[in-house]
């Protein structure tokens, strides 16, 4: 019987960062606590804070500073895109689909008066086994995820799923034929293209800056 692969200690590392940050309750120090766990994350994430992407009109010194500044959002979705590239063994295409499910299944969530922040964190997990060469279920075993996200990933149910449904029909031109969604839907869909194209152009814009600085060097 074949083993199946597991994830690296890097990898479940930085997972269990990103969901970590979903708890929709966090404060300031927890999130700068959180990223500092991981001290190549944390120089990340200050190096992308601290580029011309950001205008800062200073330059930023600890996680804690940029989370003042640029608000706890903002530091999440950097967090989240910097963790699906680190991971990322397929095209980059997929980081750009799992961002837009991860938005849609929210938009989807909050529409609906639901948890936004687990919607979010199904949609953003939705592709890990191809992202990243793993089972779902190697992943998620290994993470403190609530109960309904387990559902959604691993036994594909609940109103999470189906949310993620929705966010995937969009993708199946055969599925909105049979299936025409909703005005209302396909407004929160493009909104979720246009949110999931502004964060990739923005770290995109970071990482060709990135390069350019190494090779001055």
């Not at 989370?67 to 095209?91: E, H, K, S």
């Not at 387990?150 to 995937?168: E, I, N, R, S």
Request: net charge negative; hydrophobic share 45%; proline share 5%.
């Amino acid at each position: 019987m074949e083993t199946q692969p597991t994830p690296s200690s890097d990898q479940v590392t930085l997972l269990k960062i990103s969901a970590a940050l979903q708890e929709p309750d966090i404060g300031l120090g927890q999130l700068a606590g959180i990223v500092s766990s991981d001290p190549r994350l944390a120089f990340q994430l200050i190096k992308v804070v601290n580029s011309a992407a950001f205008s800062m009109p200073r330059s930023i010194q600890s996680i804690h500073e940029a989370a003042v500044i640029l608000g706890i959002d903002q530091i999440r979705r950097i967090v989240y895109l910097l963790t699906l590239a680190a991971g990322n063994r397929g095209p980059d295409e997929l980081i750009a689909l799992a961002l837009i499910r991860a938005r849609m299944c929210e938009n989807l969530a909050r529409q609906g008066q639901g948890n936004g922040t687990a919607a979010f964190t199904v949609g953003l997990f939705s592709l890990l086994d191809v992202a990243l060469g793993l089972p779902v279920e190697s992943v998620v075993t290994q993470l403190s995820l609530a109960s309904d996200v387990c559902d959604a990933l691993v036994a594909k149910q609940g109103p999470l799923f189906d949310h993620l449904q929705t966010a995937m029909s969009f993708e199946d031109d055969r599925a909105l034929d049979d299936n025409p969604p909703t005005a209302e839907a396909a407004d929160l869909y493009l909104e979720s293209i246009a949110w999931a194209e502004k964060l990739r152009s923005e770290i995109d814009h970071l990482a060709s800056g990135s390069n350019a600085d190494s090779n001055a060097r």
